[in-house]
C-alpha cells in the first residue's frame, strides 16, 4: 500500500506535530512491551499519534523485520532490535538515532544518551563503529541464579554439614559448589522438590545462554577478544576458539551437570524452567532476572536471586537486553514521530512506570531510575516492584567483569543454530563434550567464512 | 448333488410386518432344475439366499441332502452360487476367480490348476484365464460366474437372475447353454428369473411365487397349459393370457353376445362355491380370427376392433378393444390375439375372434382357483 | 432404398477433420472456463517457480531492495555437500514412512473396526474424524501442552506408569512423539477414505466369498483388501503430499530438536531461509524438496494409472 | 463328485452345526437387538468385545486432547498448570474475557481469518468450480499433465515458495492487506479446489448437460443451471475444506500479515511469550480456532469422501 | 416436424482411424418413424448425436427442413431427444424437468404450466408433478424423459434406446404407448435401439446399420422378407435365420445330400460373379418337420439330431446337429426350427426338415449381398 507519509502540524508544541499518524511497533513480546500495550493512553495523549504494537514469538519477529527492511517500505516504523538478530545483520536498514537526537525541532532524550547504562548502550545500540547508535536500550533481562529461599533456609545447616561449606547462594559460589547443592536437593529434599537444579536445555538459543555462562566462567569463549565481540559487535570475528581447552572444560562441567538436573530441561527453553521453578519441581535454577514478577505471584515471598556461579576465570552473567530502533524505510514525518514514541517509551518516567504495572513489568535501562528513592525502597519485600527484588543481584550481574555478551556478529543466528544444536547432541545422543565441541567450532568457522550480505 | 428341501421356511426381514417367504414348502430333487419365478418383490432372491445361508431363516427349517443347514454359516452348505451381477472378484484374473474357492479348501495347486481349466474348456473361456473380470464382455463374465460355480462340484447350484445383466441375443444363446451344462454335470440346481422364456424352457419344474407364497410348483407346459390359478395363468405366457370375468347364466358363461358352455364338473364346483361369475381365459395362439359375416350368432365368439398391429415376421399380434359398446364391462382391457403374419388384419379393422375349442381355462372369480373343465 | 455395404472407408473418407474447421464441438468452451484460474495459478506457482530457480544459483541480498548476486553452482555444491542436511533427508524419510505407515495402518484398522459397528457408526465415525479439521499450530501447542513434564496431561499418565524421561526430551521419544502428534491429527483421514472404500465393495462381492467358503481372514486377506487397495493408494496419495510439506507441528513442539533429532528438510529449508535468511540455499533446498514431492506423488498417479483410476 | 467336495472333517461340522443351532436358539423367533441380521456380518461375541475395545481405545486417543483443551480453557492460571492434572475444578471464563479484553483483543484477528479465509475460499471456490469443469470435461490432450500440473503446484515447499511470493507481493503493495493473504491462501486453494471440483464434476453424466444443450441452453446456461446445482454438496465440500486450510493456516499468515491483517493462528502463537505461555489463553485460544472449524467440517463429512478420493469412490 | 436428410455424414473421433459413422446417407420423410438398428458399436448412437449437434460432423451435411444445421450448435436444431438413462435433472421436480426447454426459450408461464399439464395428461403423469426423479419408477421415469421430449413441440425427436432400461415386461408396453404417441402426434422420431422386437414393431423403417455403414433401410417387414444382405439377413428376426454355405452344382445348390433348385436369375447372377458358392438362409419358421421314413430322399430336406427343444407353451423351438455324418460342413451349427408346440420331438431325435417352397433366401458367398431368387 502507498501510503503517504505522516501529516506534521507545524508551529504547535514538539510533542504534538504529527498528530493523527499511526506508528507500527514491531516487538517480542517481552515484559515492558506488555506494560507499554496494556496502556499506550500516556502516549497517544500527549503527542496524538496512535500506535499498533504487534507482538511476536522472537523467530516470527525476526523474519518479518528482515522481509520488512528488505521490502523498502517501512511497514513497522518502530522496530524491536534484538542486537544478535536483527541490529549485528541489519544495522544498516536502521536509523542511525544521533540525527534525530540532534533534530532541533524534536524533543531531546531526558538525560542524555548517557543516562543509559553503557555496557547496555554499546551492546543493544551499537555496531563495531563507536559513533552510531541505531537502538535504545529498552529491557535488559540478565541471566541469574534463582533460587528458593524457603527451602534453602530449611535445609542450610544440614546441607552446610554434609556438602562442607555454606551453600548460601552469592557470587562466592562456584559452579561446582552449585553442582553440589543441586545433587543434595536431588537426594535429601525428594519431599519438597523433585530435582536440585533445571536449566533451560531445549535445542533453541535458549540453551547456548545458559551454556555460555558456564563457558566463560571456565575461561573459554567463542572467539578471540571475546568481550569486544561481545559488546561491539564485529564483522569478521575471526576463528572461532570453541576448541580450547578451557571451553571443553566447559563443556564437559555442563555436561555433568545437566546429567542431574531435571531430565525435563532439555525441554525447556527460559519459559519452561521459568513454570517448572514456579511449579515446585525445582529448588534454583538459573534464568533471566524479569522473571522475578510471576515468580513473586506464585511463591510470594520464597525466591531470592543472586548472581551466577563462579568458575576458574570468574563469572558471567548473560545478558539479553535489546533495544528499540527506527526502521530506515520511513520517510521523514514518520521518523519524527517514531523518534516521539522511541523518547516516549524509554522515558524514566515510563520505565518507572513499567516497573509498576501489573503486566509484567521490565526493569530500567537507565542509571537514574534505579537512583529514584521510589525504586530503591523497592527493592526490599514487601515490594510494590517485584523485578527490583532482583536488583542486588542484576546490579553485580552489569559490572563489565561479569556480564555475559555473546558475540555480536551478523551471522550469529546461524552460528548460534549450530552451537545449541551441538550443545543439545551433547546432551541428549551423549556425545562426548570435546567432539562436540570441535564440531560446534568447525561450523562456526565455516559459517563465519562464508560471510554475510545483508 | 444332493436334494433340497424347504419345511415351513419363513423370512420375516427386521422392520417389515409381512414375512418376505412366508413358511414356504418346496422338495427338489437330486439332480433337478429347478426354476424360481415371480413377479418383482416375491421373495425369490429371499428364498435363495435363505438356501445359500446369506439370509437368517425365521423359521422352519432348510436341508440340503440329508443335513439341516437352516443356521448354517454359507461356508459349510457346499454350495456355489452365480449372482445376478456376477460378484467376479475385480481384481484378480479369471483363472483367480474360479480357482478361489478351491484355494479356499487348500485344494494342491495341480489339482486347482486342471479343474479350472477343465471348467475354462466347457466354458470356452480357455484363452481369457489370464484376464481380468473388467476386460471381458457381458457374456463372457457370465461365463466366469458359471465357471466360478462348477470349478466347485458343489451341491447345489444356485443361480439369481444370471442372465438379467445380458443383451436379449446373448440371453438366448446362453440360456441353452446353461441348461445343456447343468444337465451334463447333474447337479441340483435352483435357478431365480422373472423371464418367461427362461423359466418356460430351462427348468424341469417351475415354482412360482406370490408375496412369498408358493403359488404352483409343476413342470413348464403343465404350468403354461393348467394354471393353478389367476395368477399363474395371467403371469405365465408371454403375451399373457387374455382373462375376463363372465357371468353364469344357466349352464353357460356369458360376457356380452359372447357364450360359452360350461361342463358339469364346472358347474357342480361353482355351486359349491355359491358364486354366479367366474374368470374366463385364453391364450393368444388359441384364437381364430373369422370374418365378420362370417357367423355373427356363433357361440366361443366375440368382436374385436384392432388398435394395434404387431408384425415381427415370423408372428404377428392383434391388439384389440372389445366392440361390443352395449356391454362396456370389456372395454378397458386389451385382447390379445396370435394371426397369421401372412395376412395380418389392418389397424382399425373390426374383425370377429373365436376362442378354440377347449382351449378356455375357467377360473373361480371368488378364490382365483382353477375350475374343473 | 437399399444400399448395400460396398463402399471403401479408404475412399470415402473425407478430406480430413482440419479442412473443416469448425472447432470441436466441446473444446473452446472447456477452455475459456479454465482460463482464469489456470492463469492465476500459473502467476501464482510459475513465477514463484522461476524465482526459485534463479535464487538457487545467487545470493540474495535484502536490504535496499532484493538483488540477486550469481554465484553459480555454490548453493548446490553445498546442499550435495552438506552432512547435516543428508542427515535431515533420511530422517525425513523416515518420519514420512512412519507418519504415513502408521496413519495408514491405523486408519485402515480403524475403518475395519468401524465397518463392523453398525448402529452409531456415523457418530462414531463423527467423533473420530475431528482432528483433522484442527489447525496444526494447534496441535503442535496442544502437544506441547499435553507433554509438558510439569502438568501435561500424557507426561502425568507415562510418570505414574512409571516413565521417568522427558518425552519432548530426548531425541528418540521426541522423534515418536512428533510423529505421533502427525499421527493423531490425519489417521482419521484415511480412516474415513477406507471406510468409503469399505463400503464400496459390493456386498455380493463379500457374499460371494462366503459363498466361495473363505472365512473372514481370507475374505479380508484376497478380497477385501485387494478390493480397496486403489482408495488406499488415493490416500496415500493425499496423504503423502502435505506429509511432505507440512511442518507446522514439529516448528512449535520441538523446532527440529532435541540434537536436531526432528529436523526434517522443511524445518531446514524454513531455518535456512527465515532464521539466516540464506535465500539461495533455501531455494536450492525447496527445490530438491519440491522435486522429491513431485516425484512421491508421480510414483503413486503412475500406479493409479496402471490400475487405470486416473480420468 | 460330492465326496471329492465334502471337506474333510465332517463330524467336526457337525458340531458347529449342533452348535450354531444352538447358539442361535432364538433365531426362530424375532432377532434380539443387536444382533447382525445378515448371517455374513454374524461375529462371535468375541470379536464383537474385541472391536468395541479397539474403538473404544481410539476414541479415547482422539478425543482425550480436545476434551483437555476445552477443560482447560475454562481453568484459571493455577488449574492450567497444576502438576497433577485437574478434571474437577471451579470453572473459569478468566481466559475467554482476557483474549478479548486487554491490549491484545481477539476480536480483529477474528475478524482477519474470517474474511481471509472465507474470502480466499469463496474465490477458490469460483475459479475452482469453472476450471474444475473444463478440467473434468475437456477432451484434450495432455490433460493428464495439466492435472498433474495442477497438483503439483499443491505440492511445493511453502517456505520454498513464500520468499519469491513475497517479493511480488511487495511490488504489488499486497503486504499486510486481506487481499494479500487472499491470495497467498490461493496457492494451496485454487489447486485444491480445481482438482475437488473436478472429481465432482466428472460425477454428473454428461448427458444431463447435453440433455440441456438439446433443451436449448447455451453452454453456459447448461452449466448454470444444469450442472452447477447437480454439484452442490461438491460446492459446499469444497468450500468448507477450502476454509479449513485457510483458516488454519500459519506459515503463510506469519509472512504475509502484519498489524491490518493478523490472523488467529498468530494469535494463539503470540501466546508463546518471553515470560511464559498462558495456557489457559492459550487453549482458550485453540478451542475458538478449532471448534468452528470442525463444526463445519462435520457439517460435509458425507461428501468428503468424493472429493477426496478423485472420485475413485463415490461417497456412502 | 420436418425431414431430415443426412448425406454423406462421416464422423471421425480423434485418435481413431475408422470413421464411427461413414458417409451416412439417409432421407427421413416429415413425420416418419425411423428406427436405427445394428449390433453394439456399429455407430447408431453417433448418428444420432451428429443430428442432435452434440458430435461434431466430420463430412458432409445434415439437413433437417429445408436447413442446413450441419454445424449449428444443438439449441438452434429445435429437436428434442430421449436419453437411454432418460437423464433427468435430478434436481428438479418432474413439472420442472417438463418445463425446462419451454424455460429456456422464455416462454411465458402459463404456457408453460399449459403444456406441461398436457404432456402430463397424456403420459398419465399427473399425480407425479412435484416428485423428483428418484422417487419415481423406471418406467415413469421413462414416461418423464418423453414427456420433457413431448411439451417442447420440437420438429424431430431423438431416442437413444429409451426403453434398454426398463424390465421386459414393462418394455413391452412402454415401446406400444410410445409408436401410438409418435403415430398422434405426427413428429419425425429417430429412434436407436438394439432390439430385435422394438425394431421390427414400432418403426415405419428400420435402417441397419453396421460398422459405420448403412446395410439396408426398408420397412421392417421387407426387412424381415427381403434382406438385402447376409448381415440383414443374420441379424433381423429371433432366433436368427439359419445360414448355410452351398456349393453350386448345375442349376441346384447342393449341400451333402440336400439340392435345392434354383432359378435362372439366381444362376445368371451368380454367373456374372463367378462363384460356385452361395449362402442359403431360411427363417425357422419356414421349415416343416417330416418323419424321417417319409421322404427320404425328396429334395429340400436334411436331417437334422435334436439336441434341444424348447417349448415355450405358444411355440416349441427345435434346436439340432445337422446329422449328415459324410458332410460336416454344417456340424458346428445349430440348425433352429419352429415346431408345433402340441407335438415336439424329443431331444436326442432325427428328424427330417424341409425348407418351405420360396422360403429360402440366397445370398452371394462372396459379396454377401441377396441373388434375385
Ligand atoms: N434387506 C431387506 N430388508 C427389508 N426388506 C427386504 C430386504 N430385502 C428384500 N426385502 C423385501 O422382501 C421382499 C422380497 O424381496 P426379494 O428380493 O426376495 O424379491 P425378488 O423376488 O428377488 O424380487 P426381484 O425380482 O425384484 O429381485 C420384497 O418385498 C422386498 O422389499
Ligand atoms: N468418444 C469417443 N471416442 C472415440 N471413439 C468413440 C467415442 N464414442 C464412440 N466411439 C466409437 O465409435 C463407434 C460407434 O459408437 P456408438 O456409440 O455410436 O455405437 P452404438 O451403435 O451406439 O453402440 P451401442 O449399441 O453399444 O450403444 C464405436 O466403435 C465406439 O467405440
Ligand atoms: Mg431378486
Ligand atoms: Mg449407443
Known amino acids: 500500500a502507498s501510503r503517504g507519509d505522516a501529516p506534521q502540524t507545524v508551529g504547535v508544541d514538539q510533542w504534538r506535530q504529527f498528530r493523527g499518524a499511526t506508528l507500527n511497533f514491531i516487538s517480542e513480546n517481552t515484559a515492558p512491551t506488555a506494560a507499554i500495550a496494556a496502556d499506550l493512553s500516556p502516549f497517544t495523549d500527549l503527542t496524538g499519534i496512535n500506535v499498533n504494537i504487534v507482538t511476536l514469538e522472537l523467530t516470527a519477529l525476526v523474519q518479518r523485520v528482515a522481509l520488512d527492511l528488505a521490502s523498502g517500505r517501512a511497514q513497522y516504523q518502530v522496530i524491536y532490535a534484538d542486537p544478535y538478530q536483527v541490529l549485528a545483520p541489519y544495522q544498516r536498514g536502521l536509523v542511525d538515532l544521533r540525527t534525530l537526537q540532534a533534530d532541533r525541532n524534536l524533543p531531546d532524550l531526558p538525560g542524555g544518551v548517557g543516562d543509559f547504562i553503557p555496557t547496555q548502550l554499546d551492546a543493544a545500540g551499537r555496531f563495531v563503529e563507536p559513533g552510531p547508535i541505531y537502538a535504545l536500550p529498552y529491557d535488559a533481562p540478565t541471566m541469574i541464579w534463582q533460587y528458593r529461599r524457603d527451602l534453602f533456609d530449611k535445609y542450610r545447616d544440614r546441607m552446610a554439614n554434609d556438602l562442607g561449606f555454606d551453600p548460601t547462594p552469592g557470587g562466592d559460589r562456584t559452579w561446582e559448589e552449585y553442582y553440589g547443592i543441586a545433587q543434595w536437593f536431588n537426594k535429601n529434599a525428594k519431599a519438597d522438590v523433585l530435582y536440585g537444579t533445571g536449566h533451560q536445555a531445549r535445542q533453541h538459543d535458549s540453551l547456548m545462554n545458559d551454556f555460555s555462562n558456564v563457558l566463560w566462567s571456565y575461561g573459554g569463549d567463542y572467539f578471540d577478544n571475546g568481550r569486544q565481540v561481545g559488546r561491539m559487535g564485529s564483522r569478521d570475528p575471526g576463528p572461532s576458539r570453541l576448541d580450547s581447552a578451557a571451553a571443553i572444560a566447559g563443556a564437559e562441567f555442563y555436561q555433568r551437570l545437566l546429567a542431574i538436573a531435571d531430565p525435563g530441561s532439555t525441554t525447556w527453553d527460559w519459559d519452561g524452567v521459568g513454570a517448572a521453578f514456579r511449579g515446585g519441581r525445582l529448588a534454583m535454577c538459573p534464568n533471566w532476572h524479569e522473571f522475578a514478577a510471576s515468580n513473586e505471584q506464585v511463591l510470594p515471598g520464597k525466591v531470592d536471586y543472586a548472581p551466577l556461579p563462579k568458575g576458574p576465570a570468574g563469572t558471567a552473567n548473560m545478558y539479553g537486553g535489546t533495544g528499540v530502533g527506527i526502521s530506515a524505510n520511513t520517510l521523514s514525518h514518520e521518523r519524527g514521530a517514531a523518534w516521539l514514541f522511541l523518547v516516549w517509551a524509554t522515558s524514566p518516567q515510563t520505565q518507572l512506570t513499567n516497573l509498576k504495572s501489573k503486566a509484567g513489568g521490565g526493569t530500567p535501562t537507565r542509571t537514574s531510575v534505579y537512583e529514584l528513592p521510589e525504586v530503591r525502597a523497592a527493592e526490599k519485600r514487601p515490594s510494590t516492584m517485584p523485578n527490583m527484588l532482583t536488583a542486588a543481584a542484576v546490579r553485580q550481574a552489569w559490572q563489565p567483569d561479569k556480564i555475559g555478551l555473546r558475540p555480536k556478529i551478523p551471522m550469529w543466528n546461524e552460528c548460534n543454530t549450530a552451537i545449541f544444536t551441538q550443545l543439545s547432541r551433547m546432551l541428549t545422543e551423549r556425545v562426548s563434550p570435546e567432539e562436540a565441541m570441535r564440531s560446534m567450532k568447525e561450523r562456526v568457522d565455516r559459517i563465519v567464512a562464508r560471510g554475510w550480505v545483508a | 448333488m444332493a436334494k433340497v428341501l424347504y419345511e415351513e421356511a419363513t423370512r420375516v426381514y427386521p422392520g417389515t410386518e409381512r414375512p418376505a417367504v412366508d413358511a414356504l414348502d418346496l422338495d427338489i430333487s437330486d439332480g433337478e432344475f429347478l426354476v424360481l419365478v415371480g413377479p418383482s418383490g416375491c421373495g425369490k432372491s429371499t428364498s435363495l439366499r435363505m438356501l445359500a445361508g446369506l439370509e437368517r431363516v425365521d423359521g422352519g427349517r432348510i436341508t440340503i441332502g440329508e443335513r439341516d443347514v437352516t443356521h448354517l454359516p454359507p461356508r459349510d452348505r457346499d454350495i456355489a452360487m452365480v449372482f445376478q451381477n456376477y460378484a467376479l472378484y475385480p481384481h484378480m484374473s479369471v483363472a483367480d476367480n474360479m480357482g478361489f474357492a478351491l484355494r479356499v479348501m487348500k485344494a494342491p495347486k495341480q489339482e486347482r490348476d486342471r479343474r479350472v481349466r477343465d471348467a475354462a474348456r466347457l466354458l470356452d473361456l480357455e484363452e481369457y484365464l489370464d484376464r481380468r473380470p473388467k476386460e471381458l464382455s457381458g457374456g463372457q463374465r457370465q461365463r466366469v460366474a458359471m465357471g466360478r460355480a462348477i470349478v466347485r462340484e458343489p451341491q447345489v447350484f444356485l443361480m439369481d437372475e444370471p442372465l438379467s445383466n445380458l443383451d436379449a441375443k446373448l440371453r438366448v444363446q446362453t440360456r441353452t447353454q446353461i441348461a445343456a451344462l447343468q444337465r451334463r454335470l447333474g447337479v441340483t440346481t435352483v435357478y431365480v428369473t422373472h423371464d418367461q422364456v427362461e423359466a418356460m424352457t430351462m427348468g424341469d419344474r417351475v415354482a412360482v411365487l406370490k408375496d412369498g407364497l408358493l403359488q404352483q410348483v409343476d413342470t413348464p407346459l403343465r404350468l403354461y397349459q393348467h394354471p393353478a390359478n389367476v395368477f399363474v395363468a395371467g403371469f405365465i405366457g408371454s403375451p399373457s393370457m387374455n382373462l375376463a370375468e363372465f357371468r353364469v347364466e344357466g349352464e353357460e358363461a356369458v360376457l356380452g353376445g359372447t357364450r360359452i358352455r360350461l361342463s358339469r364338473e364346472t358347474l357342480e364346483a361353482l355351486r359349491k362355491e355359491g358364486g354366479d361369475r367366474l374368470v374366463l381365459g385364453f391364450r393368444p395362439e388359441a384364437v381364430d380370427v373369422i370374418a365378420e359375416t362370417d357367423a355373427d350368432a356363433e357361440h366361443r365368439t366375440f368382436p374385436v376392433t384392432v388398435t394395434v398391429v404387431e408384425e415381427l415376421g415370423s408372428d404377428a399380434f392383434l391388439y384389440g378393444q372389445y366392440a361390443d359398446a352395449a356391454h362396456p364391462a370389456l372395454l378397458d382391457q386389451t385382447v390379445i390375439a396370435r394371426v397369421d403374419p401372412n395376412a395380418p388384419p389392418a389397424k382399425g379393422d373390426r374383425v370377429r375372434l373365436r376362442i378354440a375349442q377347449g382351449k378356455e381355462r375357467l377360473f373361480s372369480a371368488v378364490t382365483g382357483r382353477r375350475l374343473p373343465p | 432404398m437399399t444400399h448395400v455395404a460396398d463402399s471403401s472407408p479408404v475412399l470415402r473418407r473425407p478430406a480430413g477433420p482440419e479442412s473443416l474447421a469448425p472447432r470441436e464441438p466441446r473444446y473452446g468452451f472447456e477452455g475459456r472456463m479454465m482460463t482464469p484460474g489456470l492463469i492465476l495459478l500459473a502467476a501464482l506457482s510459475i513465477v514463484p517457480f522461476f524465482a526459485l530457480i534463479a535464487m538457487s544459483f545467487s545470493r540474495v541480498r535484502l536490504l535496499g531492495g532484493v538483488r540477486l548476486d550469481a554465484v553459480g553452482l555454490a548453493n548446490w555444491v553445498r546442499f550435495l555437500t552438506d552432512a547435516d542436511m543428508w542427515m535431515s533427508w533420511l530422517r525425513t524419510v523416515v518420519y514420512f514412512v512412519l507418519t504415513v505407515g502408521l496413519e495408514m495402518v491405523l486408519g485402515v484398522g480403524i475403518a475395519l473396526c468401524l465397518y463392523r459397528v453398525l448402529r452409531g457408526r456415523n457418530i462414531l465415525l463423527s467423533l473420530l474424524l475431528l482432528p483433522m479439521f484442527a489447525a496444526p499450530v494447534i496441535v503442535g501447542l496442544l502437544g506441547r501442552y499435553l507433554t509438558d513434564s510439569t502438568f501435561g496431561l500424557y507426561a502425568w499418565v507415562l510418570r505414574s506408569l512409571g516413565y521417568t524421561g522427558d518425552i519432548l526430551g530426548s531425541p528418540t521419544s521426541a522423534f515418536a512423539a512428533v510423529v505421533l502428534m502427525d499421527v493423531w491429527e490425519w489417521t482419521p483421514l484415511i480412516a474415513l477414505i477406507t471406510l468409503a472404500g469399505l463400503s464400496s465393495v459390493p456386498q455380493s462381492v463379500r457374499e460371494a466369498a462366503a459363498v466361495d467358503g473363505a472365512p473372514a481372514w481370507m475374505t479380508f486377506r484376497y478380497i477385501i483388501f485387494p478390493a480397496i487397495s486403489n482408495v488406499l493408494l488415493v490416500a496415500l496419495l493425499i496423504r503423502s503430499m502435505d506429509a511432505i510439506r507440512y511442518f507446522d507441528i514439529i516448528w512449535v513442539t520441538t523446532n527440529g530438536g532435541p540434537a536436531d533429532a526432528t529436523k526434517i528438510v522443511p524445518i531446514r529449508l524454513y531455518e535456512t531461509a527465515f532464521r539466516f535468511f540464506d535465500f539461495g540455499y533455501a531455494a536450492a533446498i525447496g527445490l530438491a524438496m519440491l522435486a522429491f514431492s513431485i516425484f512421491i506423488a508421480r510414483t503413486f498417479v503412475r500406479l493409479l494409472d496402471t490400475r487405470g483410476l486416473t480420468r | ?316
Open chain 4, 1 to 316: 463328485m460330492s465326496t471329492s467336495m465334502t471337506p474333510p472333517s465332517s463330524a467336526h461340522q457337525r458340531t458347529t452345526a449342533d452348535q450354531a443351532v444352538r447358539g442361535n436358539g432364538r433365531a426362530v423367533t424375532a432377532a434380539p437387538p443387536g444382533v447382525p441380521q445378515s448371517p455374513l456380518e454374524a461375529s462371535s461375541k468375541r470379536s464383537r468385545w474385541t472391536v468395541a475395545i479397539l474403538l473404544a481405545v481410539a476414541m479415547l486417543w482422539t478425543l482425550i486432547p480436545l476434551v483437555w483443551m476445552l477443560l482447560s480453557s475454562f481453568k484459571n492460571r493455577s488449574d492450567v498448570t497444576a502438576a497433577t492434572p485437574q478434571v474437577l475444578f471451579a470453572p473459569t471464563l478468566d481466559n475467554y474475557r482476557n483474549l478479548f479484553s486487554g491490549p491484545n483483543n481477539l476480536g480483529p484477528y477474528i475478524w482477519h481469518s474470517v474474511l481471509a479465509a472465507g474470502i480466499s475460499a469463496l474465490l477458490a471456490l469460483f475459479l475452482g468450480a469453472l476450471a474444475g469443469y473444463g478440467l473434468a470435461r475437456t477432451r484434450m490432450r495432455g490433460k493428464k499433465h495439466l492435472a498433474f500440473w495442477i497438483i503439483s503446484t499443491r505440492m511445493a515447499p511453502i517456505a520454498a515458495i513464500v520468499v519469491p511470493l513475497f517479493l511480488i507481493f511487495r511490488g504489488l503493495g499486497l503486504i499486510d492487506s486481506i487481499p494479500g493473504l487472499v491470495l497467498a491462501y490461493l496457492t494451496f486453494n485454487l489447486p485444491f479446489a480445481i482438482w475437488l471440483m473436478s472429481a465432482f464434476f466428472a460425477e454428473v453424466p454428461p448427458s444431463l448437460e447435453e440433455s440441456a444443450l438439446v433443451a436449448g441452453c447455451t453452454r453456459w446456461q447448461a452449466f448454470r443451471t444444469v450442472i452447477l446445482p447437480l454439484t452442490k454438496s461438491g460446492l459446499v465440500t469444497t468450500f468448507v475444506l477450502c476454509l479449513v486450510f485457510a483458516w488454519n493456516d500459519y506459515a503463510f499468515a506469519v509472512v504475509f500479515s502484519g498489524p491490518n491483517s493478523q490472523t488467529l493462528p498468530i494469535a494463539a502463537s503470540q501466546l508463546v511469550t518471553q515470560t511464559g505461555i498462558d495456557w489457559g489463553q492459550l487453549t482458550a485460544i485453540g478451542t475458538i480456532v478449532v471448534v468452528p472449524m470442525m463444526l463445519a467440517g462435520l457439517a460435509v463429512r458425507r461428501w468428503l469422501v468424493t472429493g477426496l478420493t478423485l472420485g475413485a469412490v463415490t461417497g456412502e
